[in-house]
């Protein structure tokens, strides 16, 4: 028996995810959205940000509206995709205004703020739940536009299969996408084979910029506002960099610093195997899961960079 | 009903794959090495080259034997794996002292040289191959060793089931290994998140070094003997660095040209969409896949160098 209220076409329904949206939140949000219009007349799929660019291949992104620039009424049911926390779905509070929110999420930190939760945190990702929930809580049949939406989450929130999240369930969910019709050559070269060649070069002045700390086994990116405009960036295209540093024998934790402008800076960390970053990144005020996780922080670089190393220096 | 020779305990096997092997080559004759033992008495698994560092963590490695230096006698059966062409075997021709020669293989440049050709280029590697003939050919249960063996071939030249040889199926095979035991987060870390400090730094040189040819739709990358020496990479280290070169919008075909000695180029190739690298490798005595192809060529760099730019221009 589902755990959702009764569905009819005429219920209003608000999909949204967090701020500066991934592969996983865009994916799981166009997913159930595409899903439920096949059901109800009256759904509203809600993005705060602008769509980054490598996810415009995704079908039917044109429905998205921009939330902050529309007039928002309340809704019988708001769905809350990969949000770990409530702080993080951005300015209007359309959870306030909703009959019913539905909280979806695999985040460790989530917090259960939803009405109805549907928080699995050993999932490899939102979309994996997402997935579950059209099939078995919605009764609703997935088709080759859901499916890409779903498959896209699945590989960017997995890191391609590769992050222990990923599970003998993850890869049969992927089997069944891919017989839907996914098209896997398309979504490689949109997701992985289409970088700039200014991403490239920028890859390659990064690492040559890269402090070590710690007997290597902390590695820390530090990206001046300035540089990201010397090289024309698209914030989407910094995302995976932490990656690299990351990926070093002996290195432990790895920390990317964004200085968003001259007194904000976005964090992202990544651990290896026994450090847990979920932690670190809610001593800044931010979250996500012992792996990976990030945090936005208020203050100049300088200082949240001696910060970091401070908090980094205890931890190690 | 199988399609090979009655297989008793005493049979003699030999199993083999090609020089420089990879991770599905390495993969495929660890994990057929393994379930043949179970079977029989006088299993060999040999190796032409030194097994590669970033691979040793594979399960049994000390069985392999390094075939040039050791006495080779005829065998009953003899396996080559991952292999699309005799030459590539190397030094000592194990296949003419063997009465039965079978050939496994997903490249579409294999020319079938076995007496038993198990041959599926839409298979996304030899270890998906391997997997049905020890289930259905053999049945020989598959346990944990066995499928962490097979598991590093799949991802390994998939990937990580990005490239379009994965099919529903190569995902249906990974989730039945992940619940044999396999330890993803051992396999990833191994692959993937054990780089040498020195090989990152490499990269970045490698990346800023990048020639961009024919209006950004061919990359090239030159890596001279001295670089390779300077920052004392291994061959596998150098490896997945041409992906990089092809992973840039409008690049249609990449190339690395490495330096083996004075007289000696290897060289690797990756397509995007529309070309076929198969065929530009072939010109050069190579082989491979469509997208993924690689050749060894006498001459110096600089000559070979050349030749490839102007084959590249009639091609493009």
Redesign the interface.
């Known amino acids: 028996m589902s755990r959702l209220p009764a569905i009819q076409s005429e219920t209003s329904i608000a999909i949204i995810a967090h701020v500066n949206p991934d592969g996983d939140s865009l994916g799981s949000i166009m997913a159930l959205g595409l899903a439920l219009k096949k059901k109800c007349s009256n759904v509203n799929i809600f993005l705060n940000d602008e769509l980054p660019g490598r996810y415009s291949f995704l079908p039917e992104v044109h429905l998205l509206k921009k939330y902050p620039s529309c007039d928002v009424e309340g809704f019988d049911l708001c769905f809350v995709l990969d949000c770990g926390d409530d702080r993080r779905i951005g300015e209007i509070d359309l959870l306030k205004k909703s009959k019913t929110v539905v909280n979806v999420d695999h985040h460790i930190s989530n917090n259960e703020y939803g009405d109805i939760n549907f928080v699995k945190t050993d999932a490899s990702s939102t979309c994996e739940i997402v997935y579950s929930i059209i099939k078995e809580e919605l009764e609703i049949e997935l088709d080759q536009q859901i499916a890409t939406c779903l498959y896209t989450g699945i590989?960017t929130d997995t890191?391609?299969?590769?992050?222990?999240s990923?599970?003998?369930?993850?890869?049969?969910v992927?089997?069944?996408l891919?017989?839907l019709g996914v098209n896997?050559?398309e979504i490689?070269?949109q997701l992985?084979?289409?970088?700039?060649?200014n991403s490239?070069?920028f890859?390659?002045?990064?690492?040559?910029q890269?402090e070590?700390y710690f007997e290597?086994k902390v590695t820390l990116i530090v990206v001046r506002e300035e540089v990201l405009k010397k090289y024309s960036l698209r914030n989407d295209e910094v995302e995976g960099i932490v990656n690299?540093a990351?990926?070093?024998?002996?290195v432990e934790v790895a920390a990317i610093l964004k200085e968003v402008n001259s007194n904000e800076v976005k964090l992202s960390f990544r651990a290896?195997?026994d450090y847990d970053v979920n932690q670190l990144a809610k001593e800044f005020g931010g979250g996500g899961h012992r792996k990976a996780s990030g945090a936005t922080v208020a203050g100049k670089i300088s200082i949240v960079k001696e910060e970091l190393i401070r908090k980094l220096e205890k931890m190690i």
Chains 1, 2 share one sequence.
């Open positions: 590989v890191g391609n299969f590769r992050y222990d990923t599970s003998a369930h993850t890869h049969r992927a089997a069944e891919l017989e896997l050559e490689t070269f992985y084979q289409n970088n700039s060649l490239t070069k890859l390659g002045y990064i690492l040559n890269m070590v290597g690299y990351r990926d070093i024998e002996g290896k195997r």
